[in-house]
């Protein structure tokens, strides 16, 4: 399993788990499930630091 999708699986986890980040770690995922772009790469970046207070630190991901 790759960083990315070791990520994915962590939040959906975590979404399950605090429903306080629910609409947080669903636009995440939506993010990751859409077409590769600039924009949804610098999204994803800037969302990164709130996934990771909901998953955890020790998740690498790798951004393509």
Request: aromatic share 4%; glycine share 4%; hydrophobic share 40%.
């Given at each position: 399993?790759?960083?990315?999708?070791?990520?994915?699986?962590?939040?959906r986890?975590?979404?399950?788990?605090?429903?306080?980040?629910?609409?947080?770690a669903?636009?995440?995922?939506?993010?990751?499930?859409?077409?590769?772009?600039?924009?949804?790469?610098?999204?994803?970046?800037?969302?990164?630091?709130?996934?990771?207070?909901?998953v955890?630190?020790?998740?690498?991901?790798?951004?393509?």
């Open positions: 399993m790759n960083a990315a999708n070791q990520f994915e699986t962590d939040l986890i975590a979404l399950s788990e605090n429903p306080t980040e629910k609409r947080r669903r636009a995440i995922l939506k993010l990751l499930d859409a077409p590769p772009s600039r924009q949804r790469t610098k999204r994803l970046a800037r969302m990164e630091r709130t996934a990771r207070a909901a955890g630190d020790g998740v690498k991901i790798d951004w393509e």
